[in-house]
């Protein structure tokens, strides 16, 4: 039988603030590590003690971890589960991004045709490329801020790419090769700093992107990681945002100006992507730079990917809570 190790994310029973690696199974989220002790009376491989170390894993650690979703779940289905005091409901748990600790964060901009026309930008001839710091990740259902020094925080929603393998100067004929999965990624903006104003503001896009990309709570992901082998095809996935239940995003990836392959080969020239590491490939039209209609205090954002899921988190002034 053929067990589907789709979603997986890293989590922690609500009220502990202890990261765990977590898989979807019928619903349910399952402590992996705790489960493979309760099952099997045996210390579980480091694999399952952290997402990014699974992936580190390869196939093997992947392969390794489907057959054992496939016996938690058979003995989910039984009388008496010796695995029930770690399934969680999904509103019973505390979400962590996916992946914790990426070593790179790196983010495309302007790299959906609708989203260019709606600024009046001209599409770059290649990829566009940068980066948010560790310290801007945050997860599915947490707050996200309005700094003291920003009035204009924006909204949009991007498909990311998990790399699952170590490669430099990848072709692009070869790139899915490298691809763990996908997951949900809402690319916070400050647009009142990344927009320099006066004679110091340089280039077509903006100058200042530490603080216009970068601030705490930036980079939202989540919920969880949708393993590679179940995206059918990642250039035909519907992504829409909602704030309070009002759509404000509506596109398709298929919009993309540069493809998920060619994004890799021209990121991995001379710079070595490693497991974990994650690609956010652009958004589409909708942002509130082009509309006017910035995230204020208690606004919920839901972004969202079809086959993945939804990306919830609220707004709150920084101080707030």
Known sequence: ????????????????ESPRLGILINGYVVDVAKSFIALYDASPPSWFTDLKLLIEGGEIALNLLKRVAGDFERDLKSSNPSISRYVYKPDEIDYYPPITSPEKILCLALNYMSHAREIGGKPPS???????????????????????????????????????RRGKYIERSRAYEYVFGYTVFNDIS????????????????????????????????????????EIQDPQNLRLSLKVNGETRQDG??????????????????????????????????????????????????????????????????????
């Open 1 to 16: 039988m053929r067990v589907c190790v789709t979603r997986l994310l890293t989590f922690s029973p609500r009220g502990f």
């Open 126 to 164: 290649e990829p566009y490329v940068f980066q948010k710091p560790l310290s801007s990740l945050t997860g599915h259902e947490r707050p996200v801020l309005i700094p003291r020094s920003s009035e204009k925080v924006d909204h949009e929603v991007e498909l990311a790419v998990i790399i699952g």
């Open 190 to 229: 400050y647009r009142d700093k990344q927009m320099a104003e006066g004679p110091e503001r340089q280039g077509p896009y903006g100058l200042r992107w530490l603080h216009g990309k970068g601030m705490d709570t930036a980079a939202p992901m989540g919920p969880w990681i949708v393993t590679k082998d």
């Open 252 to 321: 398709n990836t298929n919009d993309m100006i540069f493809k998920i392959d060619r994004i890799i080969e021209f990121i991995s020239d001379g710079i070595t992507l490693k497991p974990g590491d994650i690609i956010a490939t652009g958004t589409p039209s909708g942002v509130g730079l082009a509309t006017g209609r910035f995230l204020k205090h208690g606004d919920i954002v839901e972004a969202y990917i079809e086959n993945i899921g939804v990306l919830r988190n609220r707004i709150f002034k920084e101080g707030a809570i």
